[in-house]
């Protein structure tokens, strides 16, 4: 079948899944809500997070990014793949992890005051900020660092020649790389941030941070509000989309030529910029490995509280994991082009109740949901994790397909000699960090489930609000222990797949 | 050949399976969940009733909204009064038909269809060891310093959020507001649910967290940890209750029927205040578990029938809402 064909099919299959529940519950509501006030309220804070979320994650992953391509250290692999790890966690162990270090009583605060200096507190619009910089800075690092790495060895090789300054490699090379990778990366974390609310509601310190997805939560578990509940999604659909073509028309990278896939180190790191780097990398790794040894420290007392009923759902759990990596990779490569990058951010930008309830309604007729809760779950998991893989390897397909046109031409190839000699060697290290990041996330999530749970097909997410909702606070830190090294190990697995002999 | 017996093989069982009647129960996850009592309320009825239960986990209402006359729920099990009225108003629900005598409720239970199985109140829940002098009165809870810091939980996403701010609206009637007002600078945030301020609380972040009074019930008997207690207030506790119902047309009416009856025996209500950490709904005070007989109890219990809860929820959340977001 002709690449065109297979992403229009592609293409439409995410606009089927994300355009139909929402249709499926327009048509139940029977007619339109209008918007109360405080919605109006919601929407503005919504946005403001969102934008702020984004700027800051991508701000400061740009030095952190920078400084990681131009280092090689021992522990920098394991470094790489641990800073994935925030992004990866339930969010209600990400944000007691948080806490532990940030809240009154954490680890911050107590070092102040053992210096004598006032408290700090975290609850506030800045406690939403940091707490989303600490879920999305490491995705933007990874984003960006792909697009350092991308940089063919042969400019980083004339560069050196030439005798480049810093400032002149960064306007030669490094500033145009950003302005075609950034925008896409701010994009891809606004989108995430706009449908935030456990998070903002929590660190925001209460009703002032209330988001639209916490009046869709209303609407759909506590009011039965259905109309409400599809006007306010269709709301986030739209600003998601209007983020998205923002960031197309944005992200107008040249690209730098073809390359010989050779690794060559860099020549412009040393003196102040060594210094400079090493104080990025630490400032990162403190701030996103501390929150997240607080996690394993108090989980490792809850691990042997653990029965065989969580071992299955971990079972469980992987096994979604492992068929959404499937999916969404099958799904993301005949997408992973400009137009395909903006349609996939659909998947992220539906709210996860409205899509679990619209699937719900279309299934509902033909079969009895609670049967699909696995295979539904694998679905959506992979539809939600579409934008990230898309992000993630829009911007080396779209080199490969450029640098190599004239090849493909000359030598005729097609369909499955393209994908196999070209394409996917070439797109191997995206790959392997795509599918790592697919994995881990379809772990973590249970936004769909709420409606089609099978008690027999628990998944680990599940049963950590199951322990925490009856009092097993200690069983539960555990459990996320659990969740946090199985996710954690997936992650690894395939990244460290997509970058064996690639030495990055 | 081998798939012709295999077909076989489970065609048979499915029909071994088919002469067992089956009572579908939708219940929360908090009760299916093998830390719920969902498990043991299973093991006790099927051996009584020769009958398989199957529990079904998820939302309650909206779930069985969506599906209507369709559904195949028997018995809904864990809905609360704040759900109710939606409910009653589906017409999707029978009587239950049992008698209320039996009942043990601090409130007078009249209700023909929803029946309660266990209750509580809402309460502050504090750590004796971090907060030797609890606010002794919901006055005193309003006029403490504002270095008390409580968590407490969102009334639009949250049952027993609802129920705090329905607790203040009835404490404090027209001065709704200005008691929140008051309690803003205290209250350190608000969560999505009861789970993430629990933890929040275990975890030392903060003085005090909205619960119930029978939390304490949990660390005494789980944990053997007495520095779990729940400030007591004169003012009178937010009454909160769950409950049980048959669904009109169940094809299942006589199972439906014995466990609706199931509910209020001893057995069960024996069971429940471990299994669900809440006070037996017809059981009388002597039969508690031991450490439920050590809790601290309101004298004075505050409660909405549903249509006055309906008339005064968004007032109540409005007066929350404006207090906080200033």
Known sequence: ??????????????????????????????????????????????????????????????????????????????????????????????????????????????????????????????????????????????????GWLAIPGERLRLAASLGLSPRAMWQVLEAPMLRSIAPGAFAVIFVICLSSFAIALTLGGGPRATTVELAIYQAVRFDFDLARAAVLSLIQLGLALVAGLAALRLSRGEGFGIGLDRVVPRWDSGGAARGLDAVWIALAALFLLVPLATVVWRGVPGLVLLGPEVWQAAGHSMLVALGSTALCLIWALPLATRTGEVIGLAGIALSPLVLGTGLFLILRPVVNPVDLALPVTALVNALVSLPFALRILRPEAETIRRDYARLRAALGLTGWAWLRHVL????????????????????????????????????????????????????????????????????????????????? | MKALTVAAALFSASAALADTPVLTVYAGDYITSEWGPGPKIEEMFEARCGCDLQFKPGDLLPRLLLEGERTEADIVFGLTTDATKRARESGLFAPHGQPLDALTLPIDWTDEVFLPFNYGHTAFVYNTERLAEPPASFDDLLNAPDDLKLVIQDPRTSISGLALVLWVQAVYGDEAQAAWEKLAPKILTVTKGWSESYGLFTDGEADMVLSYTTSPAYHIIAEEDRTKKAAIFPEGHYFMVELAAKVANTDQPELADDFMAFILSEDFQSMIATGNWSIPAALPRDGWPDGFKELDLPEKVLFYSEDEAAALRDTAIDAWRRALSQ
């Open chain 1, 424 to 504: 996917l060697p070439r797109l191997r290290r995206p790959l392997g960090f795509a599918a790592g990041l697919t994995a881990a996330l379809s772990m973590g999530d249970l936004g769909v489930i709420a409606l089609f749970a099978d008690p027999d097909n628990a998944t680990l997410p599940l049963k950590v609000y199951g322990l925490m909702g009856a009092y097993r606070m200690e069983a539960a830190a555990g459990a996320a222990l659990l969740l946090l090294t199985l996710s954690l190990g997936l992650f690894w697995g395939f990244d460290r797949g997509g970058r064996v002999g690639a030495r990055a």
């Open chain 1, 1 to 146: 079948m002709a690449p065109r064909a297979l992403a229009i099919i592609a293409g439409a299959l995410v606009i089927g899944l994300t355009l139909g529940p929402v249709t499926a519950v327009i048509l139940r509501a029977e007619g339109w809500s209008a918007l109360r006030p405080g919605d109006w309220q919601a929407l503005r804070f919504t946005l403001v997070q969102a934008t702020l979320s984004a700027f800051f994650s991508v701000l400061f992953a740009i030095p952190v990014a920078r400084a990681l391509a131009r280092r090689q250290f021992r522990g920098r692999g394991a470094l790489v793949a641990l800073l994935g790890a925030p992004f990866i966690l339930p969010v209600i162990v990400a944000v007691l992890g948080l806490l532990a270090v940030f809240g009154t009583s954490g680890l911050a605060n107590r070092a102040l005051s053992a210096l004598g200096l006032p408290e700090l507190t975290i609850y506030g619009l800045h406690g939403v900020v940091i707490a989303h910089v600490f879920f999305n800075l490491p995705l933007a690092t990874r984003l960006i660092l792909q």
